[in-house]
């Protein structure tokens, strides 16, 4: 699939897209073929069995049935107010799944992206 930038200096980035997250199940597909930084940070905070359970879950399909707890709805409820907040500005949302460009098992689901003054890509 082909996803297309609203920005053409976002046009690098969006090349680098595997999946959306308007299509869930394509896109837990797709991050089970690498680590995110959900995946980061069990693996620097935990113990060994900690990370083999998580790991197993993910790769088998079963960490498909976490549907979110107080955390994530914190964050899912800021993200929307820091969205809010930039609406109008150079700031885009995304929902892309995107590889890392020095090493493709590296995911990440930025909720927005944009291009700096100096014509940086931001990654928020």
């Known amino acids: 699939m082909v996803y297309t930038a609203?920005?053409?200096?976002l046009a690098?980035?969006?090349a680098r897209a595997i999946a959306?997250?308007?299509?869930?199940?394509?896109w837990l597909s797709k991050r089970r073929t690498g680590l995110t930084g959900t995946d980061?940070?069990?693996?620097?905070?935990s113990r060994p069995q900690t990370v083999r359970e998580h790991l197993r879950k993910k790769v088998s399909g079963t960490d498909a049935e976490f549907r979110g707890n107080?955390?994530?709805?914190?964050?899912?409820?800021?993200?929307?107010?820091i969205v809010s907040?930039?609406?109008?500005?150079?700031?885009?949302?995304?929902?892309?799944?995107?590889?890392?460009p020095l090493n493709p098992r590296y995911l990440v689901t930025?909720?927005?992206v944009g291009v700096d003054f100096s014509g940086n890509v931001e990654v928020i």
Not at 6 to 9: A, L, N, R, V, Y
Not at 20 to 26: G, P, Q, T, V
Not at 85 to 100: A, F, K, V, W
């Open 12 to 14: 690098q980035l969006w």
């Open 85 to 100: 907040e930039l609406d109008g500005s150079e700031y885009h949302r995304c929902g892309l799944l995107l590889q890392s």
């Open 20 to 26: 959306s997250d308007s299509d869930r199940e394509a």
């Open 110 to 112: 930025p909720d927005l």
């Open 70 to 81: 107080r955390a994530t709805d914190w964050g899912n409820y800021r993200e929307d107010v």
């Open 40 to 45: 980061m940070k069990v693996v620097c905070r």
């Open 6 to 9: 609203p920005d053409p200096d």
